[in-house]
């Protein structure tokens, strides 16, 4: 006799259907409905502006769940008058093991007080390994890095992975007890 | 012949005359700011105290060396000392390295990491003074990094003899300055007060926040501003910092322009003309081959050229005197059967330009001159009117000067209106995408080296003069020499 075997494999929760799931239709129906709900509420919280969307708007929303030590983008911190702290000294991107950052240092003879500022500010993204060595080596308390992924997706390909000073400049900080910000003046 | 002892060790003294020039030339190290080769003794930064056994410690720059004495370089009073000097110069230094164009380079960041490693013992609030004082239309003056160790001052009164630089007040308000009514442009050598400042306290304003020092790295040329042949170091940015979010040009262009010391030609100095090198070198090219103004293939180019070549009776080249050594062999052993050859100026004394100075400039504002005199003679170009074909080498020469009925074969490495009008013209290399010599005007012959890749399109001129007489056309008679 012919040994048949049934080679697929079995799994720890295997549905065990019984008449009523056998007969498919109304299990069907109860599908649809879980789903249009699902989606009709969504649809109504959008539209109304409501929260607890389970859908989270990517990249112009923030996710919830991030871990709470996730650093995954870069940030320049501000002056109060809105232009960056950075110094243009090139610490950042001298330590950073991938040399994924790119500065190029312009001159402001107006401000004696800081008078070299990064004129451009590239980082690659597509490079990046995260470590944080660049936050940890600016002396200016410049560069931060925050829980956020980067907004990416571009239309173009050939630069999509650089983020540039305009975007690393628009970090609205909130609350950070530990890093207060705008900083502290320090003695002159 | 003095013997001394430095550390215990026997040294041979030479011909130097101060404990410092013997520990230098024999290997011992000892730190000095004011102290530099060429300029006077002042002795006035005192850190390079060295100890005399028995009697006690002092500069060692000012030290005269006398038979026998016995000077310790790393005793525990010369370290204390040393400490305390350093303390005392960054008393109000800004210590603002981070935005400093010195750091990387700068003696007082290596003299502090090595001999002080400190934070301030004074507590005091540091003074301010002046940044960013305007001393030329080239040079910025940071007083607040300043150390007042006068080597500018020295160099303007010594070397370039403008006597510009000065020393106003006294104590902390002591200031650099130029003297009344006077700026550094009166200098043509002004260049040279940034790389002797031991500190960050004058910038170039070419150079500032351009690129941090450790980017870069140095290539061995020559300059070809005038037949001096100053041997000089090309800086670009080294191959593993190359930038790639950042404008391409980064990577090739020459950031700054220092002297590379030759006691044989230039000394450690360069003129400021040497220094804007990069203007000269980043002017639009030439990277494509022309037949009258139709843009043609190189090879359609060269083999257009060689039809002239053999179609002409009567030819004259105008050789280039920025042609290397190599190249001006080349030509002559490939195509100085075929030409009456004369060595053209390609460049001549711009308006306002030092023509010539008893220091390093030099009339003749072509680095190669005398090689191809030497190769080719040296007469008075002389162009006759029934000539049928015209050579014309590198850039300088008004096609309207020549005989009309010639045909023009150009070799030119610049965007000229010219290029168009020439019968053929073939673009080639320029000095930083080859290798080769120059001979200066003294006879010291002095090498380059590429640092830039060559553009496509272009071709070297001694590649291109073998490939002009070679075999194939019926002008191969003569042959090579």
């Known amino acids: 006799m012919k040994k048949v075997i049934d080679r697929r494999r079995k799994y720890w929760n295997e549905p065990t259907l019984g008449w009523w799931e056998r007969f498919y239709l109304f299990e069907v129906l109860r599908g649809f409905s879980i789903t249009g709900g699902v989606f009709l509420r969504n649809m109504k919280r959008w539209i109304t502006g409501g929260k607890g969307a389970l859908t989270a708007y990517y990249p112009e929303e923030t996710r919830a769940d991030y871990a709470a030590h996730n650093r995954g983008k870069h940030v320049l911190t501000q002056r109060p008058d809105g232009r960056p702290q950075c110094i243009a000294c090139n610490l950042c991107a001298t330590v950073c093991p991938a040399r994924v950052i790119e500065i190029e240092a312009g001159f402001d003879p107006d401000d004696p007080a800081h008078p070299k500022y990064p004129k451009r500010f590239e980082i690659d993204y597509s490079r990046c390994i995260f470590c944080g060595f660049c936050v940890e080596v600016c002396p200016e308390d410049a560069i931060r890095m925050v829980r956020q992924v980067p907004g990416l997706p571009v239309p173009d390909r050939d630069h999509g992975m650089w983020l540039g000073r305009e975007e690393l400049l628009t970090w609205q900080p909130a609350r950070d007890p530990a890093k207060p910000y705008p900083p502290k003046e320090g003695p002159k | ?481």
């Open chain 2, 1 to 481: 012949m003095t013997a001394i002892f430095i550390n215990g060790q026997p040294v041979e003294t030479g011909e130097h005359t101060t404990v410092l020039q013997a520990a230098l030339a024999n290997g011992f190290y000892i730190p000095h700011f004011c102290w530099h080769p060429a300029l006077s003794i002042v002795g006035n930064c005192r850190v390079c105290v060295v100890e005399q056994e028995g009697r006690g410690v002092g500069i060692a720059c000012n030290m005269p060396i006398s038979d026998g004495m016995r000077v310790l370089t790393d005793s525990d009073p010369v370290r204390a000392q040393r400490k305390a000097m350093l303390q005392f110069i960054l008393l109000n230094h800004p210590v603002d390295c981070g935005i400093c164009d010195k750091a990387g380079e700068c003696a007082l960041q290596d003299y502090h990491y090595e001999y002080n490693g400190e934070p301030a013992i004074s507590g005091d609030p540091k003074l301010p003074s002046t940044k960013f004082f305007p001393l030329s239309e080239r040079i910025l003056l940071d007083n607040e990094r300043c150390i007042l160790c006068s080597r500018c001052v020295r160099f303007t009164r010594e070397i370039s003899k403008s006597n510009v630089l000065g020393l106003e007040h006294r104590g902390d308000s002591m200031l650099v300055r130029p003297a009344e009514g006077r700026t550094l442009d009166d200098d043509p050598y002004s260049d040279n007060v940034v790389d002797i400042c031991p500190v960050g306290a004058l910038l170039s304003r070419s150079f500032l926040y351009q690129s941090r020092v450790w980017y870069l790295e140095p290539t061995p040329s020559v300059c070809p501003g005038c037949a001096r042949g100053c041997t000089v170091q090309l800086w670009h940015r080294k191959a593993e910092w190359r930038v790639k979010g950042l404008d391409e040009r980064h990577n090739t262009r020459i950031h700054r322009v220092t002297p590379l010391e030759n006691p044989r030609v230039n000394g450690p100095w360069i003129c400021n003309k040497g220094r804007d090198l990069p203007e000269l070198l980043d002017r639009p090219r030439a990277t494509q081959a022309l037949q009258k103004g139709e843009t043609v293939s190189l090879m359609q180019a060269i083999e257009a050229a060689r039809g002239l070549l053999d179609q002409a009776g009567k030819r004259v080249a105008l050789v280039s005197s920025w042609g290397s050594n190599e190249e001006l062999r080349a030509f002559r052993n490939s195509l100085g059967d075929y030409f009456t050859s004369f060595v053209k100026p390609d460049h001549l004394p711009l308006e306002g330009e030092v023509v010539e100075d008893d220091l390093l400039i030099r009339a003749d504002k072509n680095p190669n001159t005398r090689a191809g005199q030497d190769l080719l003679g040296a007469g008075v170009v002389q162009i006759p009117e029934d000539t049928d074909l015209i050579l014309v080498w590198g850039e300088g020469t008004d096609f309207g000067t020549l005989p009309r009925g010639a045909k023009i074969l150009f070799l030119g490495s610049w965007l000229l209106p010219e290029n168009g009008h020439a019968d053929v013209f073939i673009p080639i290399s320029i000095q930083t995408e080859r290798r080769g010599h120059y001979t200066n005007f003294e006879g010291v012959v002095s090498a380059f080296e590429p640092c830039q890749p060559r553009r496509d399109g272009v071709i070297d001129a001694e590649t291109l003069f073998p490939l002009l007489s070679a075999p194939g056309g019926s002008a191969s008679g003569g042959g090579a020499a």
